[in-house]
């Protein structure tokens, strides 16, 4: 079964840039039958979809984030990433990969088991 | 953007009891493409639902969901102990994709 797993720095000081990877395993992002997507969600608050990749390298996101998010595929590696600029305190929050069905199906399955990132000087 | 909001906040009901959660949408989502997921403490939201009431594999049948439009609903029609979390909705009917602020089902 299809598993993934965030990983990257749990500290990240305001305005620098936040970069996340999702490593996947027991399926392949090059396969084009699913989206990879990064959601986020602040301590004790709802979730966030920031947006998603397909495995030629489309992507779509959040207009609220658009202007500082990059999210980018490496298919040999299986992984997928986040690049988030200009980070502020409002940025702290677990943030999650998770697999997005296709048109219609666009449903979250499964999902990596969450990264906390904090934003502090 | 669709906001989706849920209700109530917390719910307090007692293990064997029903449970009614509300998620309404600022405007309608096409086809029923709304999905219900929960999430424990410490972890990952899960798929429980999708297209308003389809369950998802393995998710046991006292879940349920049901509604169009603006208005949907999940039922549990008894809670066992391991239901007590929070039910987030999400629809995906068009971009961005937006969840619901989330209810807590906690023990009476």
């Known amino acids: 079964q299809v598993q993934l797993q965030e990983s990257g720095p749990g500290l990240v000081k305001p305005s620098q840039t936040l970069s996340l990877t999702c490593t996947v395993s027991?399926?392949?992002?090059?396969?084009?039958?699913?989206?990879w997507t990064w959601i986020r969600q602040p301590a004790g608050k709802g979730l966030e979809w920031i947006g998603r990749?397909?495995?030629?390298?489309?992507?779509l996101y959040n207009p609220s984030l658009k202007s500082r998010v990059i999210i980018s595929v490496d298919t040999s590696n299986n992984q997928f990433s986040l690049k988030l600029s200009s980070v502020t305190a409002a940025d702290t929050a677990v943030y999650y990969c998770?697999?997005?069905?296709?048109?219609?199906?666009?449903?979250?399955?499964?999902w990596g088991q969450g990264l906390l990132v904090t934003v502090s000087s | 953007e669709i906001v989706l909001t849920q209700s109530p906040g917390t719910l307090s009901l007692s293990p064997g009891e029903r449970a009614t959660l509300s998620c309404r949408a600022s405007?309608?989502?096409?086809?029923?493409?709304l999905a219900w997921y929960q999430q424990k403490p410490g972890q990952a939201p899960s798929l429980l639902i999708y297209?308003?009431?389809s369950r998802a594999t393995g998710i046991p049948d006292r879940f349920s969901g049901s509604g169009s439009g603006t208005d949907f609903t999940l039922t549990i029609s008894r809670l066992e102990p391991e239901d007590f979390a929070v039910y987030f909705c999400?629809?995906?009917?068009?971009?961005?994709?937006?969840f619901g602020g989330g209810t807590k089902v906690e023990i009476k």
């Open positions: 998770a697999r997005e069905g296709l048109m219609g199906t666009n449903w979250f399955a499964p």
């Open positions: 027991g399926g392949s992002i090059s396969s084009g039958t699913y989206y």
């Open positions: 990749i397909y495995a030629n390298g489309n992507t």
């Open positions: 405007q309608s989502v096409s086809s029923s493409y």
């Open positions: 297209g308003a009431s």
């Open positions: 999400q629809q995906y009917g068009s971009s961005p994709l937006t």
